[in-house]
């Protein structure tokens, strides 16, 4: 039998983003399950509470789910190990509030728990609360700019997928809580637990890459100008091949200089830029998935040869590829398309 139980805390605030709480929920409801199955007992085991922060025990989130609490803020009578904040959706973080009360007892919280964590634009209710000065800390790539520019006294990271400063833990768009959750749990025991809890949920045990690569490989999505979006969607294509400013605006019917102009003003980057960031994503996700060398992928990416590939992919990421293989390889590979 465990010896000791460690409270997880989920602040279950209105208008939350339902897959900030439910995603690290099952995280943590999948390792209490391989506890129990294991022979070998643990020196503890989690116990999980859904915590309104008023006396209103149903709360609905931003999806329209409602969820049923277990308890309350004022109500809470064991020692809370790890406190959850999830966010709301980027187009009402700005607008929304906490009442005092609440921000109040997140600050009284944060000194006293082993941990404090922030989903996506939770970030911005830890700042509030005041906890959040002269920390590194991460939210959703579109919204770190707000964040910054709201609370100078706070270093933004707009790259990492989440960042542990002290006991203090942020991270970011939504899917990204689960990536957190799962480092939460190898922190505490161990990395065989948290790989059979990711192998269950069919997750990375550690996501390759950073939040640039989502925010870059993303951008042709959010404009409405066909010429450049079909530009975009034939360099994913075409990655093998020699690619050129000339080449691309003539798929598009573009002289290249008004190519390039249209290309900088819809994406935010040049197209030279654009090309380099997606070639670079995908030898990322070849590097991570298969066992295929590095000639093979620089090859499949457009990179020409491994050395050049070197060279752009420190570039961009500030690791070399076989640094970037070491540090992100799982146990998940496409190459026989299952789990081992």
Same mark, same amino acid.
């Given at each position: 039998m465990n010896s000791c139980i460690r409270h997880i805390v989920f602040l279950i605030i209105p208008d939350a983003t339902l897959l900030d709480i439910t995603g690290p929920y099952e995280v $943590? %409801?999948?390792?209490?399950?391989?506890?129990?199955?294991?022979? =070998? /007992?643990?020196? $503890? %085991?989690?116990?999980?509470?859904?915590?309104?922060?008023?006396? =209103? /025990?149903?709360?609905?989130?931003?999806?329209?789910?409602?969820?049923?609490?277990?308890?309350?803020?004022?109500t809470i009578n064991y020692p809370i190990d790890t406190l959850i904040i999830p966010g709301v959706s980027n187009t009402r973080i700005e607008a929304y509030k906490l009442s005092g009360d609440v921000l109040k007892w997140i600050g009284e919280q944060s000194g006293k728990v082993r941990r404090i964590c922030s989903i996506c634009t939770g970030s911005f209710f830890l700042a509030e609360a005041g906890i959040l000065k002269d920390r590194r800390v991460t939210?959703?790539?579109?919204?770190?700019?707000?964040?910054?520019?709201?609370?100078?006294?706070?270093?933004?990271?707009s790259d990492p997928i989440f960042i542990k400063d002290d006991h203090i833990y942020t991270s970011v768009g939504i899917s990204s809580g689960m990536d957190l959750a799962l480092a939460l749990v190898e922190e505490d025991l161990g990395k065989t637990v948290a790989l059979e809890v990711a192998k269950q949920m069919v997750l990375y045990l550690k996501r390759p890459g950073s939040q640039s690569q989502y925010s870059s490989i993303l951008t042709h999505q959010h404009t409405d100008y066909k010429p450049i979006q079909e530009a975009c969607y034939?360099?994913?294509?075409?990655?093998?091949?020699?690619?050129?400013?000339?080449?691309?605006?003539?798929?598009?019917?573009?002289?290249?200089?008004?190519?390039?102009?249209?290309?900088?003003r819809e994406t935010g980057i040049t197209p030279a830029k654009y090309l380099n960031k997606l070639r670079v994503e995908t030898a990322c996700r070849y590097l991570v998935d298969t066992h295929l060398s590095l000639k093979?992928?620089?090859e499949l990416c457009g990179l020409g040869s491994p050395d050049n590939m070197r060279k752009v992919f420190f570039k961009c990421m500030q690791l070399s590829p076989a640094g970037y293989r070491k540090s992100f390889r799982t146990t998940f590979s496409s190459d026989n398309l299952k789990l081992i």
């Open positions: $943590f %409801s999948q390792a209490i399950e391989y506890i129990q199955t294991q022979e =070998k /007992k643990t020196d $503890f %085991s989690y116990e999980l509470h859904s915590v309104s922060v008023d006396k =209103k /025990k149903n709360v609905r989130t931003a999806s329209g789910v409602t969820m049923l609490c277990s308890e309350n803020i004022k939210t959703h790539w579109e919204k770190c700019h707000v964040l910054k520019s709201n609370y100078p006294e706070v270093e933004v990271d034939w360099i994913q294509e075409h990655l093998q091949e020699d690619i050129t400013i000339d080449s691309l605006s003539e798929i598009v019917s573009m002289s290249p200089r008004n190519f390039s102009r249209a290309f900088v093979e992928i620089s």
